[in-house]
Every structure is written in C-alpha cells, then in structure tokens.
C-alpha cells in the first residue's frame, strides 16, 4: 500500500509547510543581489547542448567543404565530380515543385529546423541543482545524484523506516519509503517533514514538490 | 568559457534551425502552390539562365560562402573540445615589471581554505585565467547533513575574499560543484 504527500519547497508562499530554519547569509539584506545570484546559478548549470552542436558543426564542415571543394574544382576546369550534379540538374529540371517527395523532403527540412530551434531556445533541464549562495559572485550547484541520496538517507532517519530511496524527475522529488506496516499517515507525515527540512537546508534556488509515497514491509 | 560555449552552442543551432525552416517552409510553400503554379520544375529556365549569365563569379560566390560556412561550422566544433585556460595569473604589471600568480600553488590555497571550513569533507580547487579575468572552479564534497548556509557563507565571507585580496581584485566569480556525502562515522579507540 502507498501513500503520498505532497509538498514544495522553498514554499510557495511565506507560511510555507518545511520547518526548516531561515538562512543566515552574508548579505541576505539585498534581495536584488539575491536574485541576481539565483540566476546566475540557474544559467550556469543549464545544458551546454552539446551534443546536437558537435553533429550540426560537423555535418556543416562536411557539407561546405563539399560545395566548396566541387566548386572551385569546376572553376579550375577539374571537377572532382563527388557528387552527381549532372544528374542532380537533370532531377531537378524534370521534377516540379509539387512533387509528393520533394513536398515530403520539404517538410522534413522545416521540421528539422523547428527542432534545432526549440533545442536552442528551450532552456532545459539544469545538471545540477542550483543552490543559492545569497552572493551574485558565488555559483553553487549540488549534484543531482547525491542530493537525492541525501533526502533519501533523511527519510530513513525517522524511526520505523527500514529503507528509502529519492528519485528527482525535473522538479519533482519521489520518496518511497518503506515501513513497518503501521500507522501509514504518520509514516507519510514524518517522512515528508523529514524530507523537506533536509530539502530546505540545500536552499535550492528552484521550488521542488516532494511526493512520498509509503510501503508497508512485512 | 563554459557559459561562453552555451551561449555559442544555442545560437549556431539557433540560426541554422531559422535557415532551415525559412528554406523548407518556403520550398513547402511553392509546391502547395502559395506563390503561384506549383507545376513548374524546380530548376526551369529562368534558375538555369541565372547561373549561366552570372557564371563564373556566381560559382566563386558559392565557394567563397561554402568555405566560410566550413569555416565557421570547424571553429564551433573545435570550440567544444577547448579547455580553460590555466596559464599564471596575473596580479599586476607595469614599466618595471610583471607579477604572476602560479595557479596550482594557489589553488592549492584555495582547496586548503574551503577544506578547513564547516561541513566540508574535502575540496578541489582549479583557478582559470580567461583573457585576465580569473575565476575559482571548485568541487566540494559537503556533510549531507548540514545547512548549506554554512559551506555557502564559508566560500562567500572567507575563501572568495582571501582570493580576492591575493589577487588583488574587487570580483573573482566562483563556481562550487558541491557532492553531498554523509559524514564519517566517529570512531572509538580502544587501548
């Protein structure tokens, strides 16, 4: 049996559910400071998108080395003739523009496009979790892996929690806990408080939900 | 240099996506008929008279623009592999001379003060120099148990200053990597 609690943190309003204690921060006075830190932190650890750059980049190399090879070859008056261009002209001079496989070709090519589009303009997802500093100088990041490992070494700590594990899926935190097999709604409500003060602590720049669900072990 | 090639990163793929939809979209537009008859080949006359009274220096045009997209597209991909730069740091220069900063005896320094701070379990520290602007990269393994106010004002209040003043700067930026471990277990020694 399971069951789940839900929770954000840092809270969406002041009198938020985590009990966790107010930072004590240099500077936590300026707010501007404060925001411009968290977005700092929040920029620095976005995706770098590197690996459709490196394919676009070298698929681009290939392809203008190619034109400009056959290019310039053909003004020399030795043509490497790489690419069938006789028969390319003659296609195309033969195929008109409502052609089904040249309108399919088209649409691909635009869809194509939208795609490196919404891989360049989406934000995605951080690899770290940015944490704030309350310093726009500082950047802090704290590895994914080890945060839910953290939260899930949280949960065990309240009493009759034989085992837990965290999981993070964009801002959401899942803990499974298993128990003892009494009592679930407290188990529910130990953990998640357990959960969300250790949560609090990490001061993380982004509001997280944490769901908990609660196994009763035999 | 990291946000640097993010930046790149996003907008070469930015542009090529806008040339390939604004071409495919077009092309997409002519055959559904948008700009007149849809039946006509792709090269007619008028694509092939075009190429024929403008030959040669259309053809170099076309070599002149595939060369500098290739270019361009091996500066973008070499740009990923490039690391940061990690030469001495220089504190100050004038007629009478220079002085630099060895970066692995400082980032020694550096890793040693965020170690001696609360909470941190052990630390690594890298200065980079980009065009003289130098940088802190930290990687920190932090108790798991500990607010991380403590790390974060250790890092703001002591480390970054000390940093500062050696580097006689007013703003060195960091960027902390922090693990989260729980902390050894105390042990006891029996004798």
């Not at chain 2, 490039?82 to 005896?105: H, K, M, N």
Request: aromatic share 4%; charged share 20%; with cysteine.
């Amino acid at each position: 049996m399971t069951t789940q609690e839900m929770c954000t943190v840092p809270p969406d309003d002041e009198g938020g559910a985590h009990r966790a204690e107010p930072p004590r921060r240099v500077g936590t006075g300026d707010s501007t400071a404060r925001r411009t830190a968290d977005r700092a932190a929040v920029r620095a650890f976005r995706p770098r998108r590197r690996i459709p750059a490196i394919v676009v980049s070298v698929l681009l190399t290939l392809l203008g080395l190619l034109v400009a090879a056959e290019t310039i070859s053909g003004l020399v008056g030795r043509p490497l003739r790489l690419v069938p261009y006789d028969g390319m002209l003659s296609w195309a001079s033969a195929t008109p523009w409502s052609d089904p496989l040249f309108l399919l070709s088209s649409a691909v090519v635009t869809l194509l496009g939208l795609a490196l589009l919404a891989v360049a303009l989406v934000p995605g997802r951080p690899s770290m979790v940015p944490a704030r500093s309350g310093d726009p100088g500082l950047v802090i990041g704290l590895r994914t892996r080890t945060v839910t490992k953290a939260l899930a070494h949280a949960a065990e700590e309240v009493p009759g929690v034989h085992a837990a594990r965290a999981r993070m899926r964009g801002h959401t935190v899942v803990v499974t806990a298993a128990t003892s097999g009494w009592d679930k709604e407290r188990f529910g409500e130990e953990v998640r408080d357990a959960v969300l003060t250790r949560l609090a602590a990490l001061e993380p720049v982004e509001p997280y939900r944490v769901v908990v669900n609660v196994k009763e072990s035999r | 240099m990291r946000g640097k090639i993010g930046r790149a990163n996003r907008w070469g793929l930015a542009l090529v996506g806008l040339v390939l939809t604004v071409l495919g979209g077009l092309a997409l537009a002519r055959g559904l008929g948008a700009f007149g008859t849809a039946g006509t080949p792709i090269a007619d006359g008028g694509v092939r008279g075009f190429f024929a009274r403008t030959s040669p220096w259309s053809w170099w045009v076309v070599a002149v623009v595939a060369l500098a997209v290739a270019l361009s597209a091996l500066w973008w991909l070499l740009a990923q592999a490039r690391a940061e730069p990690r030469g001495p740091l220089r504190v100050e220069s004038g007629p009478t001379g220079v002085t630099e900063v060895s970066p692995g005896g400082m980032a020694q320094a550096v890793a040693d003060d965020v170690a001696s701070g609360p909470s941190v379990l052990s630390a690594h520290a890298d200065l980079v120099d980009a065009r003289g602007a130098p940088s802190v990269r930290l990687r920190v393994v932090a108790d798991e148990s500990a607010p991380l106010h403590e790390l974060s004002g250790h890092l703001s209040a002591v480390v970054l200053r000390h940093v500062r003043d050696a580097l006689e700067r007013d703003q060195v930026p960091a960027i902390a990597r922090v693990s989260l471990e729980p902390s050894p277990s105390p042990h006891r020694v029996v004798r």
